[in-house]
Each structure stands twice: as structure tokens, then as C-alpha cells.
């Protein structure tokens, strides 16, 4: 006798593509501390066992998300962003783009709440945060990396000491804006921070 799945012929009811955006959404908007996953679980109609079965877990979910996430905005960003203008038009494009409070999607940055909440992330989640920061990382080493051939930056400042800095101007940036913070006094702190870099804030 032929045996026959339990499930052969019922239609598929558990829409991935739209648990993960549901849970984007939902993350971006309200942070990884603000949001459960039975809540999302009635944000996007589906199950929690559900959920288990198709991500293993929470933290499967929030990995999945935070990959949408970096795909879908922070790829075409930074490729938007970067092309071959100066460091200083690149960090002004950036610091203006991220105290858009107008722009489509959430304010802040979902990449830059979860650095925030380590505590509250499983260990899938923690390591593609750590890869996303690093790549954030290895395209602002070549940022400066280039200022420094054409003489924008000082070759005497060292490559990781900008790096960093960027990292933690635009990751407090991101999480000062989620916050409710005025994005004036925002842009302006945040350009002043790199005037010593680029010279970008200075005027």
C-alpha cells in the first residue's frame, strides 16, 4: 500500500515571506525588546508552533529577519550611498539619510537596535549581527582606505581608530533617532564628530 504524507494535498496556509516581514516590521518598529513572539505571531495570523517548525525557534525568526533586513535596506543603501564620492559627501549623505524622519520604513535601524540587545538574542541572531557589523566595518575601512590615497584623510590617522569612530557615531545616530531625539541636534553633533576626520562638520 502506497504510504501517503499526512499533509499531501492541503493547501500551505504558512506564508514565510510574510512571517519574516511581519516580524521585520515589527522588530524595527518596536525594537527585539518590545515585541514578543506570540505578538507576532497574531500580527501576521499564524501559530507559534507554526513558527517553530519552519525557523526552530525565536531565534531562527530573528535571524531570518535581520538577513531581509540587511538584503532588502542596508545593501542597496550603502550601495546607494557609497559609489565614488569624497568620505565627507559619503558621511553627509549617511547622517542625513538616517534623521530622515520622512522616509518610508521605521526611523533608526533594526541592525543597530539588536547590537543594543545582545542579551535578548539567541546565538544564531548574535552571530549575523556580528557579520552584518563587521561588513558595515570592511566598507568604512575602504571608505577611508580611499580618502587616504586622494588626501582627504591624513594617512597619520589610523585606519581602525576612523572605522571605529564611524561605527559609534552612526550606530548611537541610529539609536539616538529611534529614540525620539531632535535630528537637527542629531546631524549636527554627528557632523561635528567627524570634522577632525574629513573636515565635514566644519562649516
Known sequence: METVSPSAGRPRTFDTGRVIEVAVESYWTDGVEGVSLNEICRRAGVSKP?????????DGLMDAALAHYAESVLAPNFA???????????????????????????VGCLLANMRQMPDRLG?????????????SRSSYATWVERAKETG?????ISTDVAVALIDFQLTNL??????????????????????????????
Do not use: H, W
Open 152 to 156: 582627504e584623510v591624513p594617512s597619520i
Open 174 to 203: 541610529l539609536v539616538q533617532i529611534a529614540l525620539g531625539e531632535d535630528p537637527d541636534l542629531l546631524q549636527a553633533q554627528a557632523k561635528l564628530s567627524f570634522a577632525g576626520l574629513t573636515g565635514c562638520g566644519a562649516d
Open 80 to 106: 546607494n550611498i557609497a559609489g565614488d564620492s569624497s568620505l565627507a559627501d559619503v558621511l553627509a549623505t549617511m547622517i542625513e539619510f538616517m534623521v530622515d524622519v520622512d522616509r518610508s520604513g521605521p
Open 50 to 58: 507554526g513558527v517553530y517548525r519552519e525557523f526552530g525557534g525565536e
Open 123 to 135: 546565538p544564531a541572531t548574535r552571530t549575523r549581527v556580528a557579520d552584518l557589523r563587521q561588513q
